[in-house]
């Protein structure tokens, strides 16, 4: 067997490591891969990102099949081009990746099909958007239509920064042409979670729960981020908040799909704000695997990823259960000196804390540069480990995060203590 995973993140590492795992994987090609993915058989490094040369590799090496990571390759069409090779790959097409390129498609859909999300408006037009936030007052989120790598919403507590928001990603300087247009939306109050499921067309099997954490530093304070942190499961996902959320907000927009002539096939990441009264609301639809959420998560699966993932492109999920360890994941982002402005790349990696079964170092912004490990990215590395409870894998996880050295390197100290708060 052997399969190709496409992307070089820590969400990618995780998934060639766990694909690594599966009874008779004799490669998992990462393309491009990092500095973790390159190191150890039967994973290894691709230089190569261009589809048609994925698609002339995955059929020279007669890949089994290939699995997306990122949004960006999603986008741009990579599932319908290996498809109309003839290639199996795990992903949605162009058409259904648009519930993660364009935040106006998403909002539009949710209003079509009556899935729980916050009110908004979308505006191109500086002015109007202006008017609508003295209208609504704050706080308000500001948000651009297009793929901005997690740094195109806003949360604007007052309206001078929900209008100075709208100035710079209409006026092009904050996230360039993906801020030519704007949604604005209510702020809704609650506890985020991630919820992820894998579709294969007509059939949905929901993975564990999860939490990522977004702002920067401690506290939830700084700038939002790609992720600086996450852990599995969480717990505002109860059974009853687990259910509503299978029955409100995934089945309707799979069905709404498919009513639209979508048929969607792969992950479907539902960024999700429970309120206080346990009702679910949509903030954010991915097609992807969330990063660094699939670090916990995958650590979590006691099932072999190769059947699922084999099954889900055959339209077979329905036949397969996915089990999870009954223990807690939690992972802490280690990230490059001034991420996530301009990130400091080439900074030797000194030292890493040793791979156990149940504490793995998932690499991100790494590269192998001769013996040398560098950074390579704002994201370096997802230190995530398993415990019995979730305060004994945070204790884990940032034990062996006290083990890793490079210069510049920063992390958030509270990795799950919204999550620990309620315990
Ligand atoms: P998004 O990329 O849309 O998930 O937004 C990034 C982050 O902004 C989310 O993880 C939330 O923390 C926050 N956010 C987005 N939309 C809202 C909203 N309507 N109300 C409150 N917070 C929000
Ligand atoms: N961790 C958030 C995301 O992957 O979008």
């Known amino acids: 067997m052997k399969t190709l995973v496409i992307g070089s993140g820590g969400r990618e590492h995780a998934l060639a490591w766990k694909l690594a795992q599966s009874p008779g994987m004799r490669r998992v090609y990462v393309a491009p891969g990092n500095g973790g993915t390159g190191r150890d058989r039967p994973m290894q490094n691709i ?24 949004e960006a390759p999603l986008a741009a069409g990579i599932v319908d081009a290996f498809r109309a090779a003839g290639l199996r ?11 993660e390129s364009s935040k106006d498609f998403a909002k539009a859909f949710m209003a079509r099909h009556g899935i729980p999300t916050a009110a908004y408006r979308t505006f191109e037009d500086a002015h109007a958007a202006h008017d609508y936030v003295r209208e609504r007052g704050a706080p308000i989120v500001i948000k651009a239509d297009g793929l901005a790598a997690g740094k195109g919403v806003v949360v604007a507590q007052t309206p001078e920064d929900a209008h100075a928001a709208i100035d710079a990603m209409l006026g092009g300087d904050m996230v360039g042409a993906a801020g030519a247009r704007v949604v604005i939306e209510d702020f809704l109050p609650g506890e985020e979670a991630s919820f992820i499921v894998l579709c294969d067309g007509s059939h949905v099997a929901a993975l564990a729960s999860s939490q990522d954490h977004k702002r920067l530093l401690d506290g939830d304070e700084g700038p939002n981020t790609g992720g600086m942190g996450a852990y599995s499961p969480a717990p505002v996902v109860t059974p009853g908040v687990h259910a509503r959320v299978m029955r409100e907000i995934i089945d309707p927009t799979i069905a709404g799909l498919a009513a639209e002539g979508i048929r969607y096939t792969g992950f479907l990441y539902a960024g999700l704000m429970i309120g206080a009264d346990g009702q679910p609301r949509v903030l954010e639809f991915n097609c992807r695997l969330g990063d660094p959420e699939t670090q916990p998560i995958l650590m979590r699966m006691k099932s072999d990823l190769t059947e699922v993932l084999d099954a889900a492109i055959d339209g077979r999920l329905d036949q397969i259960e996915i ?42 912004g790494t590269q192998q540069v001769g013996d040398r490990l560098v950074t390579s990215g704002g994201r370096v590395l997802c230190v995530t480990a398993m415990g019995e409870t979730l305060r004994l894998a945070r204790r884990q996880a940032y034990e062996a995060v006290s083990e890793v050295r490079f210069a510049g390197m920063q992390y958030r100290s509270d990795i799950g203590n919204r999550a620990l708060r309620d315990y």
């Open 47 to 70: 230089p190569l990102s261009g589809h048609e040369e994925l698609i002339a590799f995955a059929k020279a090496e007669r890949v089994d099949f290939t699995v997306v990571g990122p």
């Open 323 to 364: 089990t999870w360890d009954r223990r807690a994941a939690l992972g802490v982002v280690v990230a490059a000196q001034d991420y996530p402005d301009r990130p400091r790349r080439g900074d030797a990696i000194e030292a890493l804390p040793t791979n156990t079964d149940d504490c793995m170092v998932f690499h991100a």
């Open 89 to 99: 790959i795990f992903g949605p097409t162009r058409a259904a990746a648009q519930l």
